[in-house]
């Protein structure tokens, strides 16, 4: 792959487990809001019932549905009303909640192999990363290895729409077929990629057997295959 002189990634499920960070980070903050609010106001708060709640202001407000930070913020507060908080109370509770949620949600554990590999990568490639999530990738050990991270929330919309994918290409000033897109998700990172004229490479993190064809220019499972993948060969 002579012509690739940058490589983009997605983060959730790409670079480590999202799942186990996001469920970590929710357990940590109802733990932290039960310890200053009076118990019936979070008797019956779950994953469940919170989710309910966050299912509410998506379908009332469709078009924040990308912006994760704004709409956990906005359910916390829905929260908070529904059990007796005043309007005060609530902004307070739920400001003081998503910042223990997102302090712990920056708290991940990166694939095995992931560390070494970016290591190695971002020595010959200029690194980005392109996600539909809120990971703060600067703010962790792994965002030493990238010039940049774009949100989604940042933007007017989300993958696979085109708009972060040009964004990216712009900062990175090279064109689209000379920049290779890794991720896990087939929709949003290999469709939305190869619309814009990127290279791509489907993660497929679990192993998983898809009902289709995958349009993506090549798949690997680990990420360390990356860099044969990278590497000429005679």
């Excluded at 940058?6 to 903050?29: G, K, P, Q, R, Y």
């Excluded at 994760?68 to 005043?86: D, E, I, K, P």
């Excluded at 949620?101 to 990363?129: C, N």
């Excluded at 940042?154 to 993958?159: A, D, L």
Aim: net charge negative.
């Amino acid at each position: 792959m002579k012509s690739i002189r940058a490589l983009t990634f997605d983060l959730d499920n790409t670079l480590w487990e999202t799942d186990l960070s996001i469920l970590n980070a929710e357990d940590v903050m109802a733990a932290h809001l039960r310890g200053l609010t009076p118990a019936a106001w979070m008797a019956d708060f779950s994953l469940e019932t919170f989710r309910a709640v966050r299912q509410q202001i998506v379908q009332e407000q469709p078009e924040i549905a990308h912006n994760l930070t704004v709409v956990r913020r906005q359910t916390l507060v829905r929260w908070f009303q529904h059990q007796g908080a005043t309007e005060a109370e609530a902004e307070e509770l739920a400001g003081e909640g998503f910042r223990i949620f997102y302090q712990e949600r920056q708290k991940v554990k990166p694939y095995p192999g992931t560390v070494e590999t970016l290591s190695h990568l971002s020595k010959i490639y200029p690194l980005a990363a392109i996600t539909n999530g809120n990971a703060d990738l600067m703010a962790m050990p792994l965002g030493e290895y990238f010039q940049f991270s774009l949100q989604s929330q940042h933007f007017p919309k989300p993958k696979p729409d085109p708009v972060m994918f040009e964004e990216a290409l712009a900062r990175l000033n090279i064109e689209a077929h000379e920049c290779l897109h890794i991720g896990d998700d087939i929709e949003h990172d290999v469709i939305g990629a190869s619309q814009v004229g990127m290279k791509t490479v489907w993660f497929n993190t679990h192993g998983r057997t898809p009902e289709e064809a995958v349009p993506a220019d090549h798949t690997i499972t680990r990420l360390e295959q990356l860099v044969d993948l990278l590497t000429p060969h005679d």
